[in-house]
Structure formats: C-alpha cells, structure tokens
C-alpha cells in the first residue's frame, strides 16, 4: 500500500540536540511537506518541497532545517536553535488534482517529540 | 492573506444528533477548501475538498460541506452523530493561484455522547 511513513513516532531528547525526523513517501508525489501542531494551535507550516532539491520556509521556519534529496525523502532536522522544540510533527505530501489544480495533502501518522 | 476560524474549540453532541462544525475563511482570490479529520496520535485524513466545482461537497463517512462565498463559510455537516466521529476536525484553505500552502484552522474537537 502506499503511503508516508515517520519515524521515529516518539522521540525524547535533551535540550540543545539536534533530532533528524524521517520522512518517507511512496505515493510518487511531487511534493513534500512538514507541519507542527500544538494543543489549540491547529497546524503551522514549516517547510515545503515542490520539487527535488528545491524547498521553501514555512511559516515558522526559525530553527528547523531541511533537504530534498531524493523525490521520496524529506527528513526534517530540529536544531538546538528552536527554543520550544516539544511538539507533534506531521509530514505530508501532495499531487496536484488534474481537474483543479487544488493540491490535495496526505498525511504521516506523525512524531512526537519531547525535549527534556 | 488567508485565514480559517473555527468556531468553538469542542462540539458535544448526543449519539444520533446533527452534527454542525463551522468554518469560516478569508482568502482574497478564490480558495480551494478542506476538512480533514484526526483520531488521537494519528495524522491526519482526508474528509472532503472543495476546489470549485459543485457547492455542496459529499465527503466520507456521511459527512457534507456546503461552500457560501457570501457567507465566506464552509460549515461541516453530519445528520446523525456516531459514536467513532469523536475527533478532531480541522478545516483549511489554500489559494487556487498557489495551492502549495495550506492553512489550517484551530480544530475543533467533537464528542459524542452515548
């Protein structure tokens, strides 16, 4: 079956590490997303990949790090720079609707980082 | 820029009973719209998508969504509530001109009492 895959699904670290969250795709899909949600906050947006080593900040870029080597990969680093890094992270990717042009995402079952 | 307001962040309703969850958006070029919907620890999943075609979007698991341009809203709909729709459900919207970004609302969680 295709689909995403995250791992690892939960993750503990000490303040001021770098964690690398995978990310991996079979869908074939172009392009490539990660999002981090919070209680109450909805998702925000971080980085996005339209293409092969090509990606774009989010919304809450500052302290995450990205690549896009690979069209089935986008592994997302948090560094020591993020200064609240304990969150839900969800990946996603999408294929643009051939009737629309709308992308429409699909979603990993996501990571949950804490930072002790 | 675009937004999405969800109004009311927990929606209880009794096993059977309508289901109403609301979304209004701002977007100043036609929006491409979307409810996804999240059981705990999981990602999230598809529900239904308006991408400008038919007003009234039929979506999965019995659920309904109507686009009001004049009301800039997108309500989600259910006529009878069962007990596995207890979740989280999150509206969203993108830009028919740059469809890449996606903006969710807050989400609003639905309970569903036996």
């Known amino acids: 079956d295709g689909g995403i895959t995250q791992s690892p699904k939960y993750l503990f670290r000490k303040e001021g590490q770098n964690v690398t969250l995978s990310c991996e795709q079979n869908l074939n899909h172009d392009a490539m997303y990660w999002y981090r949600q919070d209680p109450g906050q909805g998702l925000r947006l971080i980085y996005y990949s339209q293409i092969v080593n090509d990606f774009q900040k989010g919304d809450i870029a500052e302290g995450y790090s990205v690549s896009r080597e690979k069209k089935e990969s986008f592994p997302l680093t948090v560094t020591s720079a993020q200064k609240n890094p304990t969150a839900f992270y969800l990946c996603?990717?999408?294929?643009?609707?051939?009737?629309?042009?709308?992308?429409?995402?699909?979603f990993g079952a996501g990571s949950r980082l804490t930072v002790l | 820029a675009q937004s999405v307001t969800q109004l009311g962040s927990h929606v209880s309703v009794s096993e059977g009973a309508l289901v109403l969850l609301r979304c209004n958006y701002s977007?100043?070029?036609?929006?491409?719209l979307f409810w996804y919907v999240q059981y705990p620890n999981q990602g999230l999943q598809l529900l239904l998508k308006y991408t400008s075609a038919a007003t009234l979007v039929k979506g999965i698991n019995g659920f309904e969504a109507e686009f009001k341009k004049s009301e800039t809203s997108f309500h989600l709909t259910k006529p009878s509530a069962h007990m596995s729709d207890a979740a989280e459900y999150f509206c969203a919207v993108s830009r028919m001109d740059s469809s890449y970004k996606l903006i969710f609302g807050s989400g609003t969680r639905l309970l569903v009492r036996p």
């Open positions: 996603a990717s999408s294929i643009e609707d051939w009737s629309s042009g709308a992308n429409v995402l699909t």
């Open positions: 977007s100043s070029v036609p929006p491409y």
